[in-house]
């Protein structure tokens, strides 16, 4: 029984972590695909980061999004490269 239930909470962790990539997946596609050309992750991550509050946040992607990378993402699209920096590294 009690190997039944590790098992059981071991597959329920896999789930989450797949769940948790599947909820990126598209915010972090758009990222590699238009905003590695500049600057790197470490730039989201240094001591000194430009970016402290969400908002700071949405305001900052919006325009690299729209200025330096010339991406044209839909709202959507935006919010989820959003989610997936906070989620990864802001954490606001
Ligand atoms: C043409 C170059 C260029 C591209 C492409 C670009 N950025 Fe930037 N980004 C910059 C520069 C320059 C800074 C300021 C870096 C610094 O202060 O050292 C910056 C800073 C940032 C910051 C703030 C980092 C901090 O200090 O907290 C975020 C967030 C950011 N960019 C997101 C994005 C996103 C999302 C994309 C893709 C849509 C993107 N960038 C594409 C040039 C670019």
């Known amino acids: 029984m009690k190997k039944i239930l590790l098992l059981l909470a071991l597959i329920s962790l896999n789930t989450g972590a797949y769940a948790a ?21 470490n730039v989201y ?26 991406a ?5 699209e935006t919010a989820s490269v959003i989610e997936f920096l906070n989620d990864r590294y802001y954490k606001f």
């Not at 044209?72 to 959507?76: A, C, F, I, K, V």
């Open 21 to 41: 990539d599947a909820k990126h997946h598209k915010g972090k596609d758009l990222h590699e695909n238009k905003c590695t050309s500049c600057h790197q992750d």
């Open 45 to 70: 991550s240094r001591n000194d980061r430009m970016v402290k509050t969400m908002s700071a946040l949405e305001h900052q992607v919006n325009n690299c999004m729209k200025g330096a990378a010339k």
């Open 72 to 76: 044209e993402w839909t709202q959507t």
